[in-house]
């Protein structure tokens, strides 16, 4: 069955520094890969999709990539500020091209000032 | 712009007892999602709704159902409640085409069962 790992379970970083969040799958492959943003007690925001055919996909202080050989995903924040401390969690379709999604277990990220 | 409605937002139930919840999509969306986020747990899809129609199933136990109305608004429906099954419940809601996935989520109903 499919599984998706997400890196760490939280992540400190400076303010200022670069966040470097990862999800691996396995079992199965992804047509495409989203990245939500999740606050506490909050539902989930959507960042970022990219596709299979996309190595890399931006949006103001955030990059996402798409390594399908790696199976991996990895997602930025450059330029951290402490408003960006966050639950993020990667998800990608239930199955290789369906529109419902899986989420990841979440990384919780922590900037401190 | 409109978002997802979720109603109400706090519930609070016994044992055994049942609870509706309600979700009302984005205008012009015409699929609706229900998950089940436990405490520090990811958030688990339980069912979905494609044009009033279920569309895939997933964790959903037996003692819960949904449906989606004309006015494309869905109700979850939970019977013989348990005090696992307190939780945040979140409706979500997207528009099907061909280039978009992404998923608009409420504000949730957070359900407590005592």
């Known amino acids: 069955s499919q599984k998706i790992e997400q890196n760490s379970e939280a992540l400190n970083i400076q303010e200022g520094k670069t966040a470097t969040l990862t999800c691996n799958y396995t079992n199965y492959s992804p047509a495409y890969l989203q990245w939500y943003r999740q606050d506490p007690g909050r539902g989930p925001v959507f960042l970022l999709l990219?596709?299979?055919?996309?190595k890399e996909k931006r949006k103001e202080r955030l990059k996402v990539t798409f390594d399908t050989t790696l199976k991996q995903s990895l997602f930025h924040i450059t330029a951290s500020q402490p408003a960006d401390s966050a639950t993020y969690l990667c998800?990608?379709?239930?199955?290789?091209?369906?529109?419902?999604?899986?989420f990841g277990s979440g990384t919780r990220l922590s900037i401190r000032p | 712009a409109a978002g997802v409605i979720q109603s109400p937002r706090h519930l609070i139930k016994e044992k055994r007892e049942t609870a509706t919840l309600k979700c009302y999509p984005i205008p012009r969306h015409d699929t609706v999602y229900w998950y089940q986020q436990g405490p520090g747990q990811d958030p688990q899809f339980l069912i979905s709704f494609y044009e009033k129609m279920q569309s895939d199933k997933g964790s959903i136990p037996d003692r819960f159902s949904a449906q989606q109305f004309s006015d494309y608004h869905s109700e979850l429906n939970m019977s013989s409640l348990e005090l696992g099954d307190s939780a945040l419940y979140f409706c979500?809601?997207?528009?099907?085409?061909?280039?978009?996935?992404?998923?608009?989520f409420g504000p949730g109903t957070r359900l407590t069962v005592t």
């Open positions: 979500a809601s997207s528009r099907s085409t061909r280039d978009s996935y992404e998923q608009y």
């Open positions: 998800a990608p379709p239930r199955c290789s091209s369906a529109s419902k999604i899986i």
């Open positions: 990219i596709r299979e055919n996309e």
